[in-house]
């Protein structure tokens, strides 16, 4: 469908939509070619991107080399321009998040896949799916008007009072930062990794849940340690995906993250993502090296990506080695 | 088959469109930058439509930066800037861009003390000092000594500041930067700063939203946004040691104060200015305006909507909340106008 007006626009003669469906269907030269101009072009984008990023921070890259990554300093007056606390805000708030989501997300497919009764099943996948599809800014207003009030007056409180001990739940709690900001990103990216995962436990064959419990195993057991093992990959791939968008989420973290540049031990400290700074700064940013500090931080976030998604495919890689398929013992 | 037949019918109106405008003797102009100005420039190149139908000015608010960036790259007729362009930004300019003042800007400090409804008092010294994180407490001497009657608590103050470039900050930071010698020389005046303390809130409605949720918080936000939300703010003392309450009388002083000290290329600093009414963390917004049109035709329409700008234009302002330019000012501008070739 999505080709035919394009097609059919300029003359309809010969060329009427349905023919040229029909000759689709049957021409395996031009489903070849349509399949194969999409993926090229997939991959024409994300070179074009790289390519674009490296060019236009060639100015910050030239001045500050990779000293760049560890700089702590962001001073645009001064014009000394550091990544580091942005890179640690980015991967703090990813981390809380998936710390929070992966059971959350990863058990709720569970339940709803093999537990929950179908009817209930259908329901509650399609509020997940909602949830997905609410406007970052809402999630963000959300956060700054519920959330941060709880988290100030009620959770870092209790927090400091059970854990405080430990130097994470420490200093003042001004409702904002980075423990308010993964919190609302675990929210974000719940429904990614509950609909991939419920997808792939339901993929699953269901022979090897008859055979599981054929040989006497409860549902449980059948579940744990039959269903979901043999989707392992396929979860590993929803956290992956979540992570992604987590590392790359822009308006609800630059709303509850507090937005200042600092590496703080505590996670009540306020902080800042690469992907925060850039949506803050980036209209104002008069000056070529200012500019082009911002644009590095958006390849240096490309490349955390990169990185994160390249340790994953090894994550899997590894445990796909000890028997993928295999009960384990 | 339906689908088909309305996509080029579609296309055919579109077509016959563009053709009618392209032909029609008019006048296209594009603009960018700064977003504080907005609504005055949008109901300003709205009314002048209205006037002269042949002409649409097309403004995009995408910030002061970016204005000038786009001006810089000849991708728009002209920018807007809340802060004028430095020696730099003009130098790269390969026709001398003019500045035209055109509205006034102020910032408020806004505040949430539980328990205080006063109106406080705030001294550059008492500004300066909290800004820099010298100063932490509300009951802090250099608060508590212009409050006389409020009981102030010994509380933290939690600062509150813009997280986006803005105008915004670039104003208060120019305030700081001229009663503060330790801030120029550690901060210093820009769209963006690497702030000593505090948290950072997005847009006006970031920083009001932050205050008012945290407890003992102190921000600044700009005065029409406070007004337009009827958000409480207090009192600053200006250059004269009078203590003045922002609005758009005394935003307008300042810059009538100014105007005596006005360069000809009007980039001029309006913040602690002198006079017993001037609120002192005021500003001009601009407009910048290439000194040489190629396209005459463009070049007689942006000469004459600034004029008419200046007169008719300027009693647009107050109902939008705007302090609108002293006649000093005025006067310096029509003269300016003919410098636009």
């Known amino acids: 469908m999505a080709n035919t007006p394009n097609a059919a626009a300029p003359a309809e003669l010969a060329w009427s939509p349905r023919a040229l469906l029909r000759r689709m269907r049957d021409a395996d030269e031009i489903a070849h070619l349509v399949t194969l101009i999409a993926a090229a072009t997939l991959l024409l984008i994300t070179v074009l991107l790289v390519y674009q990023l490296w060019i236009l921070s060639a100015e910050s890259r030239h001045r500050f080399g990779w000293s760049f990554l560890v700089t702590r300093t962001w001073d645009p007056v001064a014009g000394e321009f550091g990544a580091l606390p942005f890179v640690f805000g980015t991967l703090v708030t990813s981390a809380v998040a998936l710390a929070l989501a992966v059971p959350l997300g990863v058990g709720a497919a569970i339940f709803l896949a093999e537990l929950a009764p179908p009817k209930l099943s259908s329901s509650l996948t399609f509020v997940s799916d909602l949830l997905a599809a609410v406007p970052s800014v809402i999630y963000g207003l959300l956060g700054v008007f519920l959330l941060v009030p709880v988290m100030r007056t009620t959770i870092q409180p209790a927090l400091k009072k059970t854990l405080g001990f430990l130097p994470l739940f420490q200093g003042p709690a001004y409702g904002i930062g980075f423990l308010t900001a993964g919190i609302v990103l675990a929210v974000m990216i719940v429904p990614f990794v509950l609909s991939v995962s419920r997808e792939v436990l339901l993929a699953v064959p269901r022979d090897q849940r008859e055979a599981a419990l054929a040989l006497g195993a409860t549902k449980w057991e059948s579940t744990w340690k039959v269903v979901v093992p043999a989707a392992r990959i396929g979860i590993f791939g929803s956290v992956f995906l979540a992570l992604a968008r987590a590392l790359g989420e822009t308006m609800a973290v630059t709303m509850v993250i507090g937005n200042n540049p600092k590496i703080a031990a505590s996670l009540f400290s306020p902080g800042y993502s690469i992907a925060a700074v850039l949506a803050n700064e980036f209209s104002e940013a008069t000056g070529n090296l200012y500019l082009s500090a911002l644009i590095e931080l958006g390849l240096v976030l490309f490349l955390l990506t990169f990185v994160l998604n390249g340790l994953a495919r090894l994550l899997i890689l590894v445990t796909t080695a000890r028997g993928s398929g295999v009960l384990p013992s | 088959m339906r689908i088909v037949k309305t996509f080029s019918v579609l296309a055919v109106l579109l077509a016959l469109a563009t053709i009618a405008v392209a032909q029609g003797g008019q006048i296209l102009l594009n603009a960018a930058g700064a977003t504080f100005p907005y609504p005055m420039y949008s109901k300003w190149f709205d009314e002048y439509h209205k006037i002269h139908s042949n002409v649409q000015i097309n403004y995009q608010s995408i910030g002061s930066g970016g204005g000038i960036r786009q001006l810089l790259d000849k991708t728009v007729d002209f920018g807007a800037s809340d802060g004028p362009m430095n020696d730099d930004q003009l130098k790269q300019a390969t026709v001398p861009i003019l500045h035209f003042p055109t509205v006034l800007g102020a910032d408020v400090p806004s505040y949430n003390l539980p328990g205080v409804s006063a109106e406080l008092n705030f001294t550059p010294e008492a500004l300066g000092g909290i800004f820099l994180g010298k100063i932490t407490k509300w009951n802090d001497p250099a608060i508590t000594s212009v409050n006389p009657g409020v009981k102030l608590p010994s509380e933290d103050i939690v600062v509150v500041h813009r997280s986006d470039g803005s105008g915004t900050t670039y104003i208060w930071t120019d305030y700081l930067s001229k009663i503060s010698p330790e801030w120029q020389q550690k901060v210093g005046k820009a769209t963006s700063v690497n702030w000593p303390v505090g948290l950072g809130g997005k847009g006006n409605e970031g920083v009001a939203g932050l205050v008012q ?52 290329d009007f980039r001029v600093s309006i913040t602690n200015a002198e006079g017993k009414a001037a609120y002192p963390i005021s500003s001009f917004t601009w407009l910048l305006i290439p000194a040489k049109f190629t396209d005459t035709a463009k070049r007689d329409v942006v000469k004459d909507f600034l004029n008419w700008m200046m007169t008719q234009g300027q009693q647009d302002c107050e109902a939008l909340s705007y302090a609108k330019l002293p006649k000093e000012v005025v006067a310096l501008e029509m003269k300016a106008i003919a410098k636009i070739q």
């Open chain 2, 213 to 264: 949720q945290t407890p003992n918080s102190l921000g600044y936000v700009e005065l029409i946004y406070a007004i337009q939300n009827k958000i409480a703010y207090g009192q600053v003392k200006n250059s004269s040691g009078v203590f003045v309450k922002a609005d758009l009388a005394s935003v307008s002083a300042a810059a009538a104060a100014a105007s005596k000290f006005m360069p000809d």
